[in-house]
């Protein structure tokens, strides 16, 4: 319902500022496109250790995938603003996992199996310094960059794909009466989803503009949840078990954007 709510009124939000930039945009400096470009990207993901009560999960480093739409304000007259654009973004992490410390078994650590993706639903405000209204006198190269920085906020759940380890798959397999989990020789392999979280997402990084209507960017990313609820029982039995985790990833990112 979270998730809805939000994107229902980022929705809501891009649709007044569409209007403002389309009205105004015949007096904008970048003439020649529409306020609206979507855009899409991929990275290297570092994901930094989830811990909790029972264990702390380490991962690989993973992969990052990500698709916007956004609307640039840069049809507005004033020269602060009009460097501002708003984007709603949709990335995912796959983040294979690497090795488990299992607090209840005097931390012991080993191999650990499956992955932990994190998938975000997030609304970003962006600031652009094209240095071509910086410094109107710069010519070549520079003339198409771009720095920026950015500020997400929105919504994520981390999803479990087989997670397991070698402890793990002996406890699934105990019986019930034991505190097991009456696998039968099945193994643990934990397959389930979080429910959404807040999100927080502080970004940079400088794009070029190949022409008017094509940019590629290159920048960092970094994506910050807490206490993400985990059903150690894949289930919402009450004898289960909750595991509350942080998620913090830092990504590094290229990608591309087409404007209209």
Not at 21 to 34: F, P
Not at 101 to 119: L, P, T, V
Not at 215 to 231: C, I, P
Not at 246 to 254: H, L, P
Request: net charge neutral.
């Amino acid at each position: 319902m979270m998730k809805k709510t939000f994107l229902l009124v980022m929705a809501l939000m891009l649709v007044m500022l569409s209007v403002v930039c389309t009205s105004q945009y015949a007096g904008a400096a970048d003439e020649g496109r529409t306020p609206f470009y979507v855009g899409a990207g991929t990275g290297i993901s570092w994901r930094g250790p989830a811990d909790d009560n029972s264990a702390k999960t380490s991962f690989d480093t993973g992969v990052e995938l990500t698709g916007a739409f956004g609307v640039r304000l840069e049809g507005l007259e004033n020269k602060i603003l009009q460097n501002l654009r708003i984007e709603l973004e949709y990335a995912r992490q796959f983040d294979g996992n690497k090795s488990v410390e299992i607090h209840a078994m005097k931390n012991k650590i080993e191999d650990a199996s499956g992955r932990i993706d994190f998938e975000t639903y997030t609304a970003v405000i962006y600031y652009d310094l094209p240095f071509r209204k910086l410094a109107p006198s710069t010519t070549g190269f520079a003339s198409h960059l771009s720095p920026y920085v950015g500020l997400g906020f929105g919504f994520g759940r981390s999803i479990l794909k087989d997670l397991s380890s070698t402890s793990l798959d002996y406890w699934a397999n105990m019986p019930t009466s034991q505190g097991g989990l009456s696998k039968n020789g099945a193994g643990y392999h934990l397959n389930t989803s979080t429910d959404f979280v807040y999100v927080i997402s502080p970004r940079f990084g400088v794009t070029y503009e190949i022409s008017k209507h094509l940019d590629v960017y290159m920048g960092a990313k970094y994506s910050k949840a807490n206490k993400v609820l985990v059903d150690a029982y894949g289930s919402s039995s009450p004898n289960g078990a909750w595991n509350r985790c942080n998620v913090n990833i830092w990504d590094a990112q290229v990608g591309l954007r087409y404007n209209f």
